[in-house]
């Protein structure tokens, strides 16, 4: 098991969409339509953990790495400079492959694994949408990487 395997709270909130992990009230708890005026932090959705990245409402484009602003020192057993590296490259990597999230296809891209995460994408606004993205790109990175 990684070492971010230990930690799988620290990603949870947004896997809760893609893989079931985590309670139904987390997956619930995401904003939805237009109503987020400030960055969406994804984090446990507790208290004690600081976001692991932030996705800015009203984006458009594609995602950068640079734009997620990810925060390593974040989790509970940041990586290593040479993991840092490898996640960093995976994610411009699949970013670059993904494109323009307005155009993203979900049912060919094999970036969401279950039923769950295509019903909850097609019931999302543009910036939810953003945030899976960003969520399935930044934990599939880790878990690459480390």
């Known amino acids: 098991m990684s070492q971010f395997g230990r930690q799988g709270v620290t990603l949870c909130i947004l896997v809760a969409v893609l893989s079931g992990c985590g309670s139904a009230e987390r997956a619930d708890a995401l904003p939805s339509g237009n109503d987020a005026e400030t960055p969406v932090d994804v984090s446990s959705g507790g208290d004690s953990q600081p ?16 734009a997620l602003n990810v925060d ?70 880790l878990n690459d990487c480390t």
């Open 51 to 66: 976001p692991v990245f932030t996705v800015e409402p009203g984006a458009t484009g594609p995602l950068t790495l640079e």
């Open 72 to 141: 390593y020192d974040a989790l509970t057993f940041p990586p290593s400079a040479a993991e840092r590296e490898c996640i960093d490259a995976k994610i411009e990597s699949r970013l670059t492959e993904i494109g323009d999230p307005a155009s993203f296809d979900p049912e060919t891209s094999g970036l969401f694994a279950t039923q769950t995460s295509r019903k909850n994408w097609q019931t999302s606004d543009d910036h939810v949408r953003r945030i899976l993205i960003a969520q399935a790109v930044v934990h599939r990175s």
